[in-house]
DNA sequence: GTTCATTGTGAGTATAGGTAACAATGAGCT
DNA sequence: AGCTCATTGTTACCTATACTCACAATGAAC
């Protein structure tokens, strides 16, 4: 038997890999000295990919999370000046996350120090290896089921 | 251009990749109901790879945390009568964790959540793409520079 | 035998996220 | 109009993870 039970064996691995890499982010964020969490840096970099500024129940969804903790990262990154809450005059009710220039200039520095952990994290890998994982994480993230059901 | 910046890009499907593997893999220890958290999940694995009932220290640095990490751990495991804190003859600074009866059966039990969880997380792959995928991973755990330097 | 290193733990903190209740608002219906 | 219900963000609280720092107990070295 070659794979006595690959999805086990790939289930270890993946939660090994999920730690270093959430530890090796942490450690490149906290070099970067910007006062920004692992989790508020995924919210600035989630906000980057919208075209205009999401409500914040947009941005729970697409962090998949509870829309309580997007009030807390938000709080966090408005207090260090990266976003700015605008309410939106068609419906009183949400409330629009719009990035600031500083924000702007954060997401660049987050960019560099996000690159240097992946490299590190990336180092026992020669570039075809990376085409190939880049091509399987696409296929990953690209088909997972809809979130939350 | 066919690669402008492939790292930042695998960055961040590694970012997106690891917060769901968290995510499912909470969802499935809830559904076990087994009272044990996704850290505690780790230990007891990590355990079961050790040859005999290894020292605290040794459980610190296998999993990468701070000694006082462990402690916490295993006050929750010992609560759910998974483990058992034993006093080494030896050298009486040092305590070791030995799994209980109660604790390999968690272990078989967790063995298939973490298998399910697996399967969900790779349902985008077919059965050639997960053998690719799991040397690729065996070759960025195996390759990983030694721990905080 | 005094000094120094090892080992685990108490106390306190920060980050991440979850639930439940709620106030403000909008939408639909009669 | 009014009444009901869904949406949106937030207040208040709880849990889990892991960190630092200080410390007590022990062992090792000189």
Redesign the pocket.
């Known amino acids: 038997m070659t794979t006595p039970d690959r999805d086990g064996a790939l289930a270890d691995q993946l939660l090994r890999l999920t ?1 270093r890499v959430h ?1 090796i982010q942490k450690r490149h964020l906290h070099q970067a000295d910007l006062g920004i ?4 840096s995924r919210l600035l970099r989630t906000l980057a990919h919208f075209g205009g500024p999401p ?3 947009d941005l ?1 969804e697409r962090l998949e ?10 709080d966090g990154l408005e207090a260090s000046g990266a976003v700015r ?1 605008v309410p939106d005059p068609a ?5 629009r996350i719009e990035l600031t220039d500083t924000g702007r200039a954060t997401l660049h520095v987050l960019h560099d120090a996000r690159r240097a952990a992946a490299r590190e994290i990336l180092a026992p890998l020669t570039d075809e290896q990376r085409e190939v994982l880049g091509e399987l994480l696409d296929t990953l993230i690209d088909g997972a089921p809809l979130p939350e059901c």
């Open positions: 730690h530890r969490t692992p989790a508020q409500r914040m129940a729970a999370v509870v829309p309580r903790a997007v009030t807390t990262l938000v809450r419906n009183r009710r949400v409330i």
